[in-house]
């Protein structure tokens, strides 16, 4: 299966970028490679311990949790089912499970994830229960983790310069596909730019020539500009897409007053939500901006249809939130 119908089948993906010497060394590593230890049950004759290898990571990285009990040999301990997914990360593995008798005749039962985020944001792995009961008996004894919260950044500036730029796909693999690109790519383009003059024509007819552009015709003209620049069909999908969600963001910030540029996308998302000019279209938004961050961040290759689909819901997004002045007849 290819990577990009593995994308698309899943609705995630596996960040391509190296790991560091947490993704070479495993859960397993020693104590103090842990930044985060709690441990509950203390002083009872059973105990469980929650460790977690960084609070802080990129998305580029991955963090090793450790659940750990200790109990007495008569005591059975039931930990919890832990499956695919763990709150908000993906649990790419696991290992078998450690046990080891310890001098005072307890048995200590270590289990060991490794967590990978896809997006950045705050993420949070959520309470955890232990079950303990003495030998012939119910589970009857519990002991609960607290959530914890870990912070995962961008791998990426908040902005792309010139500098910034690399190619994604070969040359082969582009040229197989230039036609469609230069035909459908133009013909969006032509429509864009089409509409985003005619609007200006008739904005311009209507109110005095020395009004300044408003926020959605300024994106408007901005979406036509960016078209221009024919990134799609140079195959710059993540540089056009970037591009694609800055303006979006502009535009809500200049239209609603949402300081959107330097948010995560689930920041973003959970003000544009609680904003009541924007709660109808939080769905669109929501849709538009996840497409954006697969191929930004998970360099996805977008088919034309889905480039021009990109396109259309950013340029619908506009119009549908546009002021009564601003509003395309």
């Known amino acids: 299966m290819s990577g990009n119908r593995f994308l698309r089948a899943c609705g995630a993906a596996v960040l391509w970028l190296p790991l560091l010497s947490l993704g070479c060394d495993g859960p397993a590593a020693g104590r103090d490679s842990f930044e985060l230890e709690k441990a509950y049950g203390q002083g009872r004759s059973v105990s469980f311990a929650v460790r977690v290898s960084r609070l802080k990571i990129s998305t580029a990285e991955q963090v090793a949790l450790e659940l750990e009990s200790r109990a007495g040999e008569a005591w059975r301990v039931a930990f919890p089912e832990i499956a695919e997914e763990l709150g908000e990360f993906r649990v790419s593995a696991r290992e078998a499970e450690r046990r080891r008798l310890e001098r005072d005749g307890s048995l200590t039962v270590t289990r060991a994830y490794t967590l990978e985020p896809f997006l950045p944001g705050a993420y949070q792995i959520p309470p955890l229960t ?105 195959g710059l999908f993540r540089e056009f897409y970037q591009g694609l969600s800055d303006l979006a963001r502009r535009y809500v910030e200049n239209r609603y007053a949402i300081h959107a540029p330097e948010r995560t996308t689930e920041e973003f998302l959970r003000e544009a939500q609680d904003n009541p000019a924007l709660s109808g279209h939080s769905e669109l938004l929501k849709s538009f901006l996840r497409h954006c961050d697969l191929v930004k961040f998970a360099r996805l290759q977008p088919e034309p249809a889905e480039v021009s689909a990109a396109v259309e819901a950013c340029r619908s997004f506009i119009t549908r939130t546009a002021g009564p002045a601003e509003a395309p007849a």
């Open 130 to 234: 232990l079950d303990f009961g003495e030998a012939g008996e119910e589970f009857s004894f519990s002991l609960s983790s607290e959530p914890i919260v870990v912070e995962v950044s961008s791998v990426l500036p908040p902005t792309l310069g010139e500098q910034d730029l690399e190619e994604i796909a070969g040359p082969d693999r582009l040229a197989s596909r230039r036609w469609l690109w230069i035909g459908g790519g133009a013909a969006v383009a032509a429509g864009l730019a089409a509409g985003a003059v005619l609007l200006l024509r008739r904005a311009r007819r209507r109110a005095p020539p020395t009004r300044p552009l408003g926020s959605a015709e300024a994106a408007l003209a901005e979406l036509a500009a960016l078209l221009a620049r024919g990134f799609a069909e140079q």
